[in-house]
């Protein structure tokens, strides 16, 4: 299909979708197992509409994504869907900010030499093997993501992954390589699947152990959480290592004389600068106010985002960062696409669509076997957390599913656990994670190719779900009945 053609096919079939749900007649209501009823409004059938129109033209890139983002607030107020002041309010949310702050934390790292240093030692560690390179990416961000938020580790291993990228070199045709898609995709998903290990790695995990304890009456330690949901983490890392060697085999097995073009490369550098010792004490403040976030009641209060642009404006101050770097460096396109992301995910908040979307789907599955009831939650999960926040894919599914557990039999405790491990990792769209936008600004892949890729990852992590139910969780203790 020509490449116009196929545009505006696609333009089309977007606004075909939106009109076809805000014309069509009122849907009858979703009723919970309580007797709750849920009523789809005029907006909400609405938002259900924008919701895909957003989602076919993000996927098909048939404008700038973020051009499709702002697209978003103007079709709300447009078609009275809600007031533009609540739709626009939503692009310059708290989670917006905390990824801005991400990329200026990331920017000075790059100018400051810091990710040159990291990649070059690790570079150096690992070897000429691309397949060990690529595992030992994915570690150090897995393992980052332990202790920090995981948009703030796709910030800060941005910049060394396209060091890495520079020494491993190109195609002679100037496209995009194999282990160019491998390393940037793998670093999305494994910054997802790290940061389901601990309650620090995302706030869908403190928010799904809140949701669970206002249930059940049950607190969860972080300890505990880590114990369930750690080794699920890591076999995912492991896992995907494998798959993507698979999907996006990199051209080179070896790249000869790497380690030694990494060592001589790491002595240009020289010592450690005072410039990047400031940028390092400035980050290392920064992340330790937001680890502290979650034992310091005092700091609680405060959000995430503050702390990272704090240390932005220092480096603003200090001028490590210039206006330059601000006007021309800062990918605002992914801005704007997380932008829209929260405007349309509110949206669907809002408007009750997102409520009666879940209820009806869990409705579905009352008289389900309790494995497909499971899987049924956990793959709904799965699919929101790709469109909306992780937050709020937790918020709008998990309590409706501990009312059918009960009355299914169903250890809440698996919903707790399967369900947080879905919403971490949004393998099939750019706008279910920072990292996955991130990742994007490579230019290593296409929208396409990174929706393809998430199909068989996300069909993994459902088969490990299933495994994790049968296997480890029972040997620590949890049965998937209650007993």
Same mark, same amino acid.
């Given at each position: 299909?020509n490449? /116009?053609?196929k545009?505006?096919?696609?333009?089309?079939?977007?606004?075909?979708?939106?009109f076809?749900?805000?014309?069509?007649?009122?849907f009858?209501?979703a009723?919970?197992?309580s007797g709750k009823?849920?009523?789809?409004?005029?907006?909400?059938?609405?938002?259900?509409?924008?919701?895909?129109?957003?989602g076919?033209?993000?996927?098909?890139?048939v404008t700038?994504?973020?051009? =499709?983002?702002?697209?978003i607030?103007?079709?709300?107020?447009l078609?009275?869907?809600r007031?533009?002041?609540?739709?626009?309010?939503d692009?310059?949310?708290?989670?917006?900010m905390?990824i801005?702050?991400?990329?200026?934390?990331?920017?000075a790292? #790059?100018k400051a030499?810091?990710?040159?240093?990291?990649?070059?030692?690790?570079?150096?560690?690992?070897?000429?093997?691309?397949? +060990?390179i690529?595992?030992?990416v994915?570690?150090i961000t897995?393992?980052?993501?332990?202790?920090?938020?995981h =948009?703030?580790?796709a910030?800060?291993?941005?910049?060394?992954?396209?060091a890495?990228?520079a020494l491993y070199g190109? /195609?002679?045709?100037g496209?995009? #390589?194999?282990?160019?898609?491998?390393?940037?995709?793998?670093?999305?998903? =494994?910054?997802?699947?790290?940061?389901?290990?601990?309650?620090?790695?995302?706030?869908?995990n403190?928010?799904?152990v809140g949701?669970?304890?206002e249930?059940t009456?049950?607190?969860?330690?972080?300890?505990?959480?880590?114990?369930?949901?750690?080794?699920f983490?890591w076999?995912?890392v492991?896992l995907?290592?494998?798959?993507?060697l698979?999907i996006?085999?990199p051209?080179? =097995? +070896?790249i000869?004389g790497?380690?030694?073009?990494?060592?001589a490369e790491?002595?240009?550098l020289g010592?450690v600068?005072k410039?990047?010792? @400031?940028v390092g004490?400035?980050v290392?403040?920064?992340? #330790?106010?937001?680890?502290?976030?979650?034992i310091?009641?005092?700091?609680k209060?405060?959000?995430?985002?503050?702390?990272?642009?704090?240390?932005?404006?220092l480096f603003?101050?200090?001028?490590?960062?210039t206006?330059?770097?601000?006007e021309?460096?800062?990918?605002? /396109?992914?801005v704007l696409?997380?932008?829209?992301?929260?405007?349309?995910?509110?949206c669907?908040w +809002?408007?009750?669509a997102?409520?009666w979307?879940?209820v009806?789907?869990l409705?579905?599955?009352v008289?389900?076997h309790?494995?497909?009831?499971?899987?049924?939650?956990c @793959?709904l999960?799965?699919?929101?957390?790709?469109f909306?926040?992780?937050?709020?894919?937790?918020?709008?599914t998990?309590p409706?599913?501990?009312?059918?557990? +009960?009355?299914?039999?169903? /250890?809440?405790?698996l919903?707790?656990?399967?369900?947080?491990?879905?919403?971490?990792?949004?393998?099939?769209?750019?706008?279910g994670?920072a990292?996955?936008?991130m990742?994007?600004?490579?230019?290593?892949?296409?929208?396409?190719?990174?929706?393809?890729t998430?199909?068989p990852?996300?069909?993994?992590?459902?088969?490990l779900?299933?495994l994790? #139910?049968?296997t480890y969780?029972?040997l620590i203790?949890?049965s998937?009945?209650i007993?």
């Open positions: 299909m490449t /116009n053609i545009r505006i096919f696609f333009i089309l079939l977007g606004l075909a979708a939106f076809a749900f805000y014309y069509a007649p009122q009858g209501p009723i919970d197992p009823s849920f009523e789809l409004t005029q907006q909400g059938k609405a938002a259900i509409g924008l919701f895909l129109l957003a076919i033209w993000w996927v098909f890139e700038p994504i973020g051009v =499709t983002s702002i697209a607030g103007v079709f709300q107020a078609f009275l869907i007031p533009a002041k609540e739709a626009f309010r692009f310059m949310d708290p989670t917006v905390f801005l702050g991400s990329l200026l934390i990331g920017l790292f #790059t030499g810091i990710t040159k240093r990291i990649a070059y030692k690790m570079l150096d560690v690992v070897g000429e093997d691309t397949r +060990k690529l595992l030992g994915f570690i897995a393992l980052l993501t332990h202790i920090m938020a =948009t703030a580790v910030a800060t291993m941005f910049p060394i992954l396209v890495i990228l190109e /195609n002679a045709d496209r995009p #390589t194999k282990f160019g898609k491998a390393l940037f995709i793998g670093m999305a998903y =494994t910054a997802g699947a790290g940061s389901i290990c601990t309650l620090l790695g995302g706030a869908r403190p928010a799904a949701f669970y304890k249930f009456g049950i607190d969860v330690s972080f300890i505990d959480f880590s114990v369930h949901l750690a080794p983490g076999l995912t492991f995907i290592w494998a798959l993507l698979v996006y085999k051209e080179k =097995t +070896k000869p790497l380690r030694e073009k990494a060592r790491y002595a240009k010592p600068s410039q990047e010792i @400031f004490i400035v290392f403040c920064a992340l #330790t106010m937001l680890v502290l976030q979650a310091v009641p005092a700091l209060t405060m959000d995430r985002s503050v702390p990272l642009l704090a240390a932005g404006l603003f101050l200090s001028n490590i960062l206006v330059e770097d601000l021309k460096k800062i990918p605002w /396109n992914i696409l997380f932008s829209g992301a929260m405007s349309i995910g509110f669907l +809002k408007t009750g997102a409520q979307i879940a009806k789907w409705a579905m599955l008289d389900a309790w494995l497909v009831f499971v899987l049924g939650i @793959f999960v799965l699919i929101m957390t790709n909306i926040m992780n937050v709020a894919a937790i918020a709008i998990l409706v599913a501990l009312v059918i557990a +009960k009355y299914l039999g169903v /250890n809440p405790e919903i707790l656990y399967g369900a947080t491990a879905m919403a971490g990792m949004p393998f099939l769209l750019l706008i994670a990292p996955n936008a990742a994007y600004e490579s230019k290593q892949f296409t929208t396409g190719e990174f929706f393809m998430g199909i990852a996300s069909a993994m992590i459902l088969c779900l299933v994790m #139910t049968f969780w029972p203790g949890m998937a009945l007993k």
